[in-house]
């Protein structure tokens, strides 16, 4: 009785207490006192997400828990002439969630509720705050999944999956996360709501979903999301196999697709990783290996053996030295928990890493890993390659220890170098991390300024005064670019 | 830097040059959907997109190829190497069915029209060569321009020349037919059939994949119906779109024939569908669309995607 009485009273305390930012008090009185963090800790935390990007800034931290109070924010940052970040898990690796700009900075993680499973339609409308790997564990009893996997699965959210059209090892068979969102409530940066897409086969107008999905969060905040079920398939077989040359592997991953096959996933890990993995899980990776190739196809049981005993055979006819089908489902999980730990397990090797993500064509796989190792020696650096080899994504994953003297600047050199091979071999910029801070100054790399100007037009027919995660993605130069009072990456972190 | 970059293909300038930066154009494919979304207004000049398969990977599982060229002939060039796209075979062009962005009825087995374009190159309305996308099968890089140009109707860009992803073709495909079986308990027993339609009576169902598999998805037709090997059925003219569960329920006006397809929510009838109207939140943003890719609205002009 006590206690509640003075828990009223410090609410009554708090509600009459300023915090001396007007935009912070009248958040306050739209949502709750304690859904918006104004603290040093809480803008802070929000300052970073999971890239090794600096030079956020948040302004105040807010949690809606509806989509009328996720307007209420975009509206009253309007008024107050303040930026809106949107933010998930903060799992992004490019740096699309830093706050730039002193934005608000809109937490969806309390808009966490599965609000339908709608057999019929194979879909399932959540809020943006549901957990990836969450939405499958509710859909197994039902005989589906939410087919994108990004590695971050566990703690990434469905809303940072729309903002950056996710991927994962098994999108090579069901495609990326825009083909897994059929319909989605936004919040416009005007602070309208708008339903783009739709449940029917082919909804009028422009694809404004299309657009809207991997946008990383300019364009509006996600509200409801209606994504597809994926149904389960009742066989599975993965394969794992070693080869003595990396080239091997890669080529494999080649002749397996221009067979006709297209498997569930096809993963490559090389030599350091594969150590690394198996000393931190002991999955039962041979260690011996230049390169693991891990398959998976599924389906039907007899289909599925067709396409596995097909995916021997070519691994084979490369050189593979050691070919093994998981027998169990247990050993399937074990195979796969050793892919989906290896960025835990090249914490055993050096404090810091750096994840890269580009896209070659599949047949210049090999030709780039070679000369990422060439990179790697030329800068004194150790680069690990764990991929989504079946489409063509390398992850050059760069482990260093941030306390040397001037290794960032080496790290970041090779990095770009890296990138600038995906490019000459015909890749592109990033297969699923996305642009957002990282890769900016690297856009005119693959596109004229015309294509930009063109990227920036949809940008602003959304939102026409770049309030919503304002310089991200378009470089420099262009409008929606450049933020004014924004506290851009400091050259000592990204050269 | 960007220079590099910038299309040098002396036809895809050419044909730059033939849209021009002033006068109202509107662009033709097939003219099978040539009213869909309005009628070009006035007179503006009738231009083609150029023709003909720039390059085939099918180690890649991608096609390079220009807008003009019959879906037609791009496929049976993919069905030479085993392979197919999303993209709808009913006389057009690969431009036309991009920009009208109509599924084939067989989607669930074939992929989404939307989801096959990975790279486009069209030409502005200022007369400029506009790339989005890249060649790759998976890609993040920037703003997706592609998806936006699938059923836009020409009127943000003249598509000129795509990436195509293409699919392997599955080594059996086979129709069934039956009677007096609920077609969406056919479509819940099966693992993902290439096609299950309805008329309300009678139930079609196209399997594909490996012959075990086929085999197999046959077994449990079996179970559920006497069904015996078929032509797919003949598609009235007209196409509705709706949910599945709507589609599944599907009951025509005056009696009219139909074909409906299960899973997709895909209509058949003789009738055009009634459209419904936009979300007016979605209005603006497509107005503004338009205004920032076609300031002067000279790209077909009188069309707009979602209007009657």
């Known amino acids: 009785m006590a206690g509640s009485k003075l828990s009223n009273l410090t609410k009554r305390r708090q509600r009459a207490e300023s915090s001396g930012e007007p935009f912070v008090d009248a958040l306050r009185a739209a949502l709750s006192h304690n859904r918006v963090k104004w603290d040093g800790a809480s803008r802070s935390l929000h300052s970073h997400d999971a890239s090794v990007f600096d030079g956020g800034n948040s302004g105040p931290v807010v949690y809606p828990e509806t989509t009328a109070e996720v307007q209420a924010v975009v ?13 998930g898990a903060g799992t992004g690796l490019a740096g699309g969630a830093i706050p730039l700009g002193v934005p608000v900075v809109v937490a969806v993680t309390k808009m966490n509720a599965i609000l339908e499973v709608d057999e019929v339609n194979r879909v399932a409308w959540v809020e943006p705050g549901v957990i990836n790997l969450d939405l499958t564990k509710q859909l197994k009893p039902l005989g589906y999944h939410f087919a994108p996997d990004p590695s971050s699965q566990q703690v990434c959210t469905i809303g940072g999956n729309v903002a950056n059209n996710s991927g994962g090892p098994h999108c090579l068979a069901y495609g990326v996360t825009n083909a897994h ?65 990396v080239r091997d592997a890669a080529n494999t991953v080649s002749d397996v697709i221009a067979a006709g096959i297209v498997p569930a996933a096809m993963e490559v890990m090389d030599k350091q990783i594969t150590a690394a993995v198996e000393n931190y899980v002991g999955a039962g990776y041979p260690v011996d290996a230049a390169a693991v190739l891990l398959a998976e196809v599924d389906g039907l049981d007899s289909g599925v053996d067709i396409d596995a005993d097909r995916i021997a055979k070519i691994g084979r006819s490369n050189k593979a030295t050691d070919v ?46 070679e000369q990422i190792y060439e ?10 390659n764990v991929f989504h080899a079946g489409d063509g994504n390398l992850h050059p994953l760069i482990v260093f220890d941030g306390r040397q003297e001037g290794v960032l600047e080496r790290v970041h050199a090779a990095g770009g170098e890296i990138i600038t091979a995906s490019l000459d071999a015909g890749g592109v910029l990033s297969g699923e991390h996305g642009i957002g801070v990282e890769k900016q100054k690297f856009m005119s790399r693959m596109f004229t300024n015309d294509d930009l100007d063109h990227q920036n037009r949809l940008r602003q027919a959304f939102d026409p005064h770049c309030r919503t995660n304002p310089g991200k993605v378009i470089p420099s130069g262009h409008s929606c670019a450049d933020i004014q009072s924004l506290r851009s990456v400091p050259n000592t972190v990204w050269g | ?44 000049r009738l231009i083609r997109a150029p023709e003909g398969i720039v390059e ?84 993040v890089s920037g703003f997706d321009l592609p998806r936006l140009m699938v059923g836009s109707l020409g009127t943000l860009g003249c598509l000129a020349e795509v990436i195509l992803r293409t699919n392997p073709i599955p080594a059996e495909s086979r129709w069934l037919h039956a009677e007096g079986v609920d077609a969406q308990v056919v479509f819940d027993a099966l693992l993902n059939p290439s096609a299950v339609l309805t008329n309300g009576t009678e139930v079609w169902v196209e399997l594909e994949g490996h012959g075990p598999d086929v085999e197999q998805q046959t077994k449990v037709l079996a179970s559920l119906g006497s069904f015996s090997d078929a032509e797919a059925p003949e598609l009235p003219a007209h196409r509705w779109s709706m949910k599945p569960s709507d589609a599944a329920t ?59």
Not at chain 2, 264 to 288: H, N, Y
């Open chain 1, 75 to 87: 509206r009253l940052a309007n008024q107050h002439g303040r930026n809106v970040v949107p933010r």
């Open chain 1, 181 to 245: 969102v059929v319909a989605m409530e936004v919040v416009l940066p005007s602070g309208d709501t708008a339903m783009l897409g739709g449940l029917e086969a082919e909804p009028q107008g422009f694809d404004l979903r299309g657009a809207f999905v991997g946008s990383e969060g300019t364009l509006g905040i996600v509200t409801k999301v209606a994504v597809r079920l994926t149904k389960n398939r009742p066989a599975v077989r993965t394969l794992l196999m070693a080869f003595d040359d």
């Open chain 1, 324 to 369: 093994r089908l998981a027998e169990s489902e247990a050993q399937r999980q074990l195979l796969w928990k050793g892919r989906k730990t290896a960025f835990g397990a090249v914490a055993q090797i050096a404090p810091d890493y750096y994840l890269h993500d580009t896209v070659v064509p599949r047949s210049a796989l090999a030709d780039v890993l």
């Open chain 1, 375 to 384: 990179i790697a020696d030329r800068y004194d650096l150790l680069i690990m």
């Open chain 2, 1 to 44: 830097m960007s220079a590099t970059l910038a299309v040098t293909d002396p036809t895809l300038l050419a044909f730059a040059e033939e849209v021009g930066e002033t006068d109202a154009v509107a662009i033709e494919g097939g003219r099978t959907r040539w009213d869909l979304g309005g009628i070009p207004d006035g007179e503006p």
């Open chain 2, 56 to 139: 085939y990977r099918p180690e890649e599982m991608t096609v390079q190829v220009r807008a003009g060229t019959s879906v037609g002939e791009l496929h049976a060039t993919l069905a030479a190497k085993g392979q197919r796209t999303a993209l709808p075979e009913r006389g057009g062009t690969v431009g036309g069915a991009l920009a009208v962005g109509e599924n084939d009825f067989r989607a669930l087995g074939r992929g989404r029209t939307r989801e096959s374009l990975l790279q486009v190159r069209y030409v502005s309305a200022e007369g400029k060569v506009v790339s989005s996308g890249g060649p790759t099968v998976k890609n």
């Open chain 2, 250 to 308: 599907f009951t025509p006006v005056d009696g009219e024939r139909f074909i409906a397809t299960i899973g997709l929510g895909l209509i058949f009838t003789d009738s055009p569908q009634p459209r419904s109207e936009l979300d007016p939140a979605v209005v603006v943003i497509s107005e503004r669309l338009k205004a920032n890719f076609d300031p002067t609205g000279r790209l077909n002009p009188g069309r707009m995607p979602g209007r009657n």
